[in-house]
């Protein structure tokens, strides 16, 4: 009897502990024509984009979203061929976030590398300020992660607006993480 009170216990704790969890409620997605997964919310669709691979969006909160977006590299070529984390997040922002005549503008916050099943991947968190359709600006916040396998460039980013952010910074952390390329 002790013992039924005792594993009913446990299984209670760990059911109410993973309920709690801020990054709970994630799916996979996984492209194994192009070989890479990642972590999605539950409850975001996938949506249609040019000149991205797959992009999701929150149904409620619109301007939140996941992209992946693939570019071939040079042949042989690996992430740290390119550039740092900071050469590659500066290049980024100029060239993809904040080209020339967007009228838009961005700051790299943090650029890290980190290696996961002997595959490097850059870390890259930016602010970005946007012009609104009221004629102001809108903040975004941003995460990316960067990987190269077999002569493609792959960038998964997530974004939200900056006062979305406090709320949303664990689960995007965690789906950032989760992003691999195989």
């Known amino acids: ?3 039924r009170i005792f594993c009913f216990g446990l299984i209670l704790v760990a059911t109410v502990l993973a309920g709690c969890s801020p990054v709970s409620g994630l799916k996979a997605y996984v492209d194994s024509l192009d070989g890479y997964q990642f ?3 539950t409850g975001w669709v996938q949506v249609q984009v040019r000149n991205a691979d797959v992009v999701f969006h929150d149904i409620i909160q619109t301007t939140e979203n996941i992209s992946v977006v693939v570019n071939p590299v040079s042949s042989g070529q690996n992430l740290a061929d390119i550039g740092t984390p900071e050469v590659v997040g500066e290049r980024l922002l100029k060239n993809v976030i904040t080209p020339v005549g967007s009228e838009r503008s961005s700051a790299l916050i943090s650029a890290t590398a980190k290696e996961s099943r002997d595959k490097l991947y850059y870390i890259l968190e930016y602010a970005v300020t946007l012009p609104s359709e009221s004629g102001g600006t809108q903040q975004r916040h ?6 190269v396998s077999r002569g493609k460039l792959y960038t998964l980013s997530v974004s939200a607006s900056e006062e979305r952010w406090p709320k949303v910074e664990d689960q995007f952390q ?3 993480n989760s992003f691999s390329v195989y």
């Open 142 to 147: 941003n995460l990316s992660s960067i990987a």
């Open 1 to 3: 009897m002790v013992q």
């Open 174 to 176: 965690a789906v950032v």
């Open 39 to 41: 972590l999605y919310p």
